[in-house]
């Protein structure tokens, strides 16, 4: 016989992952919200390193908003939230792949400015919602870090830098057909 209070959270799951599909922005937020306790901690006890947890939280929202796509049906939430964020973190030290995560987005600010100017930016954004748009101004012209953002926002920098990667991801497929790519 089926546990109750599991069936109920696994419904719950499912319906949070659908909402991640429909609204990205909105359902990673509640995502956060419900289970960023269990991904932070996890994340920090493996990396033991503030700079490197925040890139595992990250690419842990990337996975989760991935697997809602694939609309895969979650039997234990907690349990599975808990292992793709060891796995990532452990994933990450034996690479060694971290690189501080404002030195990337630095480098990546960096290289997009010297390719365009400030016109062609505002037109390439032009495709993407208003909230990426206005982050993707805050971030180019403004020159604000994704603290910054989330605090004036009054957002958490983990969501925050979700929307950011989505955004860059939207520019750079409607970027490769324009191109013809």
Known sequence: MKNPKETAQKRKFQKLMREIRENPNVGLE???NTYGK???ITART???SLDQADVVINAVLIKV???AQENTVIDNPEGWVYIITAN???DALKEKTFLPLY?????EKDAV??????DAFYSMIDILSEEEKTLMIKKFIEKLT???IAEEQGKNINAISAVYYRALEKVKKFLEEQNGD
């Open 30 to 32: 509640k995502f956060y």
């Open 38 to 40: 269990i991904v932070q």
């Open 46 to 48: 493996i990396c033991r």
């Open 65 to 67: 908003w991935q697997m």
């Open 88 to 90: 990532t973190a452990k």
């Open 103 to 107: 030195d990337t987005v630095a480098d």
């Open 113 to 118: 400015q010297e390719l365009i100017s400030e």
């Open 146 to 148: 994704f603290r910054e």
